[in-house]
């Protein structure tokens, strides 16, 4: 309610209606940390600059960077890694114009280096075309 089509095609990749409230500083554009309060453009630029070729590994040290900047008193939660991820499956049998999706949305728990995540469905959407 209240969104044109335009902007809602201009938003549509900066947002989810799946997300968890977390921010990945790794993924994220310098964009959407800057809109994050508490971030800014200044502390984005900061963000983007750490990530370096292996991306930040320690979100303390990351919050703790932009805490002692000033970049805001309130600093969202962030991640380093997906915390839930979008499968989509396609299928079709050859000759046919059907085909069948099923999509469905993962969280994961206790994602550690070296160690495979708990798994938990949060969505699964199935359709025949």
Do not use: C, K
Request: no cysteine.
């Amino acid at each position: 309610m209240g969104f044109t089509d335009e902007i809602a095609s201009a938003i549509a990749p900066y947002v989810t209606v799946w997300g968890d409230g977390r921010l990945n500083v790794n993924t994220a554009s310098e964009r959407v940390l800057s809109a994050f309060p508490g971030i800014g453009a200044s502390g984005a630029s900061m963000l983007m600059g750490a990530r370096g070729s292996g991306g930040i590994s320690s979100i303390t040290s990351a919050s703790e960077r932009l805490s002692e900047s000033g970049f805001g008193v309130a600093i969202p939660p962030l991640t380093g890694v997906p915390q839930r991820v979008l499968v989509v499956s396609r299928g079709w049998v050859e000759g046919s114009p059907l085909t069948h999706e099923t999509q469905a949305v993962l969280q994961l728990q206790g994602t550690v280096a070296g160690r495979v995540p708990d798994t938990f469905v949060m969505s699964w959407e199935e359709r025949g075309r």
